[in-house]
């Protein structure tokens, strides 16, 4: 471990020594004059004074070296076509976006508003903005028209770029009369809206509004468009957190950091160099697909797979098969991803050759350590549990292999990554806390490069959302509980508004779910606060087992039940043991895999569970709902 401690302290206590070195990664067109501004707290300003381009480093940089080496390699299993881009083809087809858009009016501070499912062109129009300095705001496809109403209205883009539809489970979904209708609420109106037509579904266009990018693609495709240089820290994007807590904010990012920490993370955290296949199965429309399907393997030279589909379809095999034929080196997942193939046959965990794949990275929620330990001993690999958030832009706590490899621990994301002067602090004091007690996830500013800028338009909710946490101490909170043990070790607990209060003792639900889900029938667990006029507040869990067949045997369902506590009563004490242990075959989820806990206390409080645009599968509430 000391070689990976030693390179931590130097990036805290060397900070702008650290980070200049680091910035030799990339191409800077003007060089900086100084390496951090932080005259202004919490405002951190990197490498000031620099001119640089994301496009540039992801795309022209590379290509006299792999001009035809696999740059994007787009597989759909929802539209069975698979097609590899070299860098020379991206580089046209951004080219012919950037053409486009410019032709539309836009300049550098425009914003273009993307709203499309994981086809290639949304990696297109991404470094087609970058290339003229336009701002974009990728919103996940799977929004409905009154997200997309809220995201149009902040960001207020010049040009909209979307689609006539989406795919999910080889059935389309319309993408066009939802844009249209959220045009229809926002009070701002775009100018154009740029359509990709791929003959899904049928698509009304609006005159004078609408166009069709293929004729626009065909008129550009040798078209060479000049890169704008931007000073370092211009905005590049705004990305909207998913609102798992119900309230969007636009995180906006820079330039310069954003490519130093990201061209940096894809060699120390994912082990990669120019060349190498990286697999990141989250959507572009979340902060991972931003910055590992895009961004960070492009800047590093290395080949990104771009992946429309579940991934169960056309079986619970097919990410390896993707793994195979393309020979990746890593692969980046979500945890709930995993867990759905854990409900399927192992065999098909072994049918493919996975002798290029280096290791497996999961983030986005807790990798609960039996699953963590399940995927790892059933493909020999490691997995590494990533913690981030969408602010920061690329992980906080990581095991760091590029940099030394140390023996990871199931449960926990190992260590603060270099960067990161990360802490745990008690809300109370606002002191830093011991080993083995438990507090705020918190980041000593400056935030490192790469992380979040400030709000979009909002540098006052900026400072409140974030660094107004702790009495008389200006310092990033994550919102997230945790503990460091006693060798170094990080755990993260769940989040600060998922603690629970019965009889006056403060319960993650975290460490709840974790213990139920330690039974060997049980696949996952949701488990809330549910208010009681008694208690306050008492603990009600939802789980969903292996098999739920199991459940027809006379008496297994209280048997299960009655287990189920008395592990949780050993684990955590009695006053965590829930009030009742329902059973149900899945749980709402959001698409990005989080579970919607508001909703699921609304329904056990016999409230409306709100706003439920997000939600993957509808279904699940009703499950919960009959269960109750
Ligand atoms: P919002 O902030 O709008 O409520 P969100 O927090 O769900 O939405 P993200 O930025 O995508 O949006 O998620 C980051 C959060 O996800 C973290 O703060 C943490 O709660 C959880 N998380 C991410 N990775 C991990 C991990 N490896 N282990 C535990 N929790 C994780
Ligand atoms: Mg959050």
């Not at 008129?219 to 060479?224: G, K, S, T, W, Y």
């Not at 769940?494 to 889900?517: F, K, P, Y």
């Not at 488990?527 to 067949?549: H, I, S, T, W, Y």
Request: proline share 6%.
């Amino acid at each position: 471990m000391q070689k990976v401690r030693e390179f931590h302290r130097q990036s805290i206590q060397d900070r702008e020594a650290f980070w200049a070195h680091e910035a030799q990664r990339i191409h800077w067109e003007t060089p900086f004059t100084q390496v951090l501004d932080y005259s202004r707290p919490p405002f951190a300003r990197w490498f000031v004074g620099g001119k640089t381009n994301l496009c540039y480093n992801a795309v022209d940089r590379w290509l006299d070296t792999q001009g035809d080496q696999p740059a994007l390699i787009w597989v759909s299993t929802e539209v069975d076509q698979e097609i590899v881009y070299t860098r020379a083809d991206l580089s046209r087809e951004v080219n012919a976006a950037a053409a486009t858009l410019q032709e539309l009016g836009v300049v550098q501070g425009d914003r273009v508003l993307i709203y499309l499912p994981m086809i290639p062109q949304a990696a297109f129009f991404m470094l087609a903005c970058a290339r003229l300095g336009a701002i974009h705001s990728v919103v996940f496809g799977g929004f409905a028209a009154h997200n997309l109403a809220q995201r149009i209205d902040d960001a207020q883009p010049r040009v909209i770029v979307s689609t006539d539809a989406g795919s999910r489970g080889g059935r389309p979904i319309a993408y066009k009369p939802l844009l249209d209708q959220a045009i229809a609420q926002s009070s701002h109106a775009p100018e154009r809206v740029v359509l990709v037509n791929r003959g899904l579904a049928p698509m009304d266009l609006t005159a004078g509004r609408d166009l069709d990018y293929a004729p626009l693609r065909a008129r550009h495709l040798d078209a060479l468009v000049p890169v704008v240089w931007l000073e370092s820290n211009e905005p590049s994007y705004i990305l909207y957190t998913s609102g798992t807590t119900g309230n969007p904010k636009g995180v906006q990012r820079d330039v310069g950091g954003y490519a130093v920490a990201l061209c940096a993370s894809m060699e120390y955290i994912y082990g990669g160099k120019p060349g190498d296949v990286y697999f990141s199965s989250s959507d572009v429309g979340w902060v991972v697909g931003h910055s590992y399907v895009v961004y960070g393997p492009l800047l590093n030279g290395q080949a990104t797979v771009m992946y429309e589909g579940t991934p169960v379809r056309p079986d619970a095999a097919i990410l390896w098969r993707i793994i195979e034929t393309y020979r990746v080196n890593a692969l980046f997942s979500a945890p709930t991803a995993i867990r759905v193939l854990k409900k399927h046959d192992p065999a098909l965990l072994h049918r493919h050759d996975l002798s290029s794949l280096d290791r497996i990275y999961l983030a986005g929620e807790p990798l609960d350590e039996l699953t963590g330990q399940w995927l790892s001993e059933a493909l020999g690999k490691p997995v590494i549990d990533n913690y981030w958030q969408t602010e920061t832009g690329w992980p906080i706590l990581s095991a760091q292999p590029g940099v030394e490899e140390v023996p990871t621990r199931f449960g926990s994301p190992s260590f603060p990554v270099y960067g990161y002067d990360a802490r745990v602090i008690d809300e109370a004091t606002g002191q830093d806390c011991g080993p083995n007690q438990k507090g705020v996830v918190a980041i000593e500013p400056p935030l490192p490069p790469g992380a979040m800028s400030t709000i979009w338009g909002n540098d006052e909710r900026f400072v409140r959302t974030y660094f107004q946490s702790f009495p008389g101490r200006l310092c990033y909170s994550t919102s997230d509980w945790g503990l460091v043990d006693d060798d170094g070790y990080w755990y993260i607990l769940g989040r600060t508004d998922d603690v629970i209060n019965v009889a006056g003792h403060r319960l993650g639900t975290r460490e709840i779910e974790e213990s139920v889900n330690t039974h060997p029938a049980v696949a996952e667990s949701a488990v809330v606060g549910v208010a009681d006029q008694l208690k306050g507040q008492e603990a009600m869990a939802f789980a969903v087992l292996r098999n739920p067949a199991v459940l027809d045997e006379s008496g297994a369902r209280d048997r299960l039940e009655a287990e189920i506590k008395r592990v949780i009563e050993q684990r955590n004490g009695a006053v965590a043991r829930p009030a009742r242990i329902l059973f149900v075959n899945s749980l709402p989820k959001t698409r990005s895999g989080k579970v919607l806990r508001r909703a699921i206390v609304a329904l056990c409080e016999g409230r409306d569970p709100g706003d439920l645009t997000t939600i993957e599968d509808p279904g699940a509430l009703d499950q919960i709902r009959d269960a109750l």
